[in-house]
């Protein structure tokens, strides 16, 4: 199979290249890795392949017109499927209309592709009448189910599925993997990425596609916060902390990140010391309690309270 789109891997690659020249590759599959391990890609490039009219060897030929319809998003028989609504699992009913839908014949080659996301939070409901489809549904039809987590899929959905599992991928590959993906990045940013993404390039292509002025305006705030922090008026370090209600869970927790670095470097050189370790020490509390999503607008006005009664 041709897979080189998806970075690292490549025991997952040699195990489907060998399936497909064999047996074929499989009806259904559980695509399993955290996010930004490459489920979307590994996902979208099977279905691909499964529907591409190039020689077995050289599928996803990227080339023919099944694979550009593929790549386009606009391919009649592969569908993605998630839950109604931002971050809401697939239901129950969801599942019994893909099954009607599944029974109707491809439109243009021979098989149709569902890729469902999150299956691993869908409920048993869900999962049973997914397994239901599983055993039951029409032989042309395939099914990739995304997961974060394997073991969240039932048993009996798992044993009628092949798991694939996304492996991180080294820092070295995640560099040069980088640099082809993002030229006019500087050395220094492709660096900093693919140290900080633990492999998971998904992260590394979020940190370097949504930097620029997004990311300078977050960093400005971090400047500004670490230097309210360490010698602002309890007044000042409310109002502004009142300008950080609208940030994001991610953004809040990348603030928090920068702050801490910003403090870091600073603390040797502070003139009230005592009041920068408790500072570096509340910052670190609240990145805690941001990763429990817990949100800006009651941790900010909380780290000034946190600061000032210390003092006293
Ligand atoms: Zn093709």
Redesign the pocket.
Known sequence: MELSALAGNRRLKAQLSQQEGGRGLSHAYIIAGPAGSGRHTLGGLLA??M????PEH???????????K?QGGIHPDISWVAGAGEGKPISVDQVRALRSDAYIRPNEGERKVYILEGADRMNASAQNAMLKLLEEGPAYAAFLLLAENAGGVLETVRSRCETLTLDPVAPDECLSWLQARFPQASREELADAANRCQGLLGRAVEQLAGGGEQAQALKDKADKLSRLLMQGQELELLEFSLTLDKLTREETQRLLDLTSAALGDQILQASDRARALRAAQGVKEMRQAAGLNVGPAALFPWLTALLFSREK
């Open positions: 691909q392949a529907v591409c009219t190039a050289q599928r996803p030929c990227g080339r023919c017109p099944q694979c550009r593929a």
